[in-house]
């Protein structure tokens, strides 16, 4: 059975962090893209950061760049997403998702990524 998941969400005071886990089973992540968004209440879905397939940049939406970083360990199968310096904006329940392909230059869209998992809440609030 093909399935991402995510875990890791949670609730964590202003300035906290946590670190988000996009783990794959059933299929190989080492070939595709990964991209992390987020739905905040009553917004639209958006791309939040990116990581190729192989070597190349990476990218992040300017309201989450120099807080949250991005990374893979192909051997767990599993991608992270460290988010440090969190704000009560970044309140969102935020999804995995495989695509082909990431450009630094530009947020991931949604019709470029296929498979979802059913995403993980992350409250930020004193």
């Known amino acids: 059975q093909v399935q991402l998941v995510e875990s890791g969400g949670g609730l964590v005071q202003p300035g906290g962090s946590l670190r988000l886990s996009c783990a794959a089973s059933g299929f190989t992540l080492d070939y595709y893209a990964i991209g992390w968004f987020r739905q905040a209440p009553g917004k639209e879905r958006e791309g939040v950061s990116c990581?190729?397939?192989?070597?190349?940049?990476?990218y992040y939406a300017d309201s989450v760049r120099g807080r949250f970083t991005i990374s893979r360990d192909n051997p767990k199968n599993t991608v992270y997403l460290q988010m440090n310096s969190l704000k009560p904006e970044d309140t969102a329940v935020y999804y995995c998702?495989?695509?082909?392909?990431?450009?630094?230059?530009?947020?991931?869209?949604?019709?470029?990524?296929?498979?979802w998992g059913q995403g993980t809440q992350v409250t930020v609030s004193s």
């Open positions: 998702a495989t695509g082909a392909i990431c450009f630094d230059w530009s947020p991931p869209r949604e019709p470029d990524f296929g498979s």
């Open positions: 990581i190729p397939s192989s070597d190349g940049s990476t």
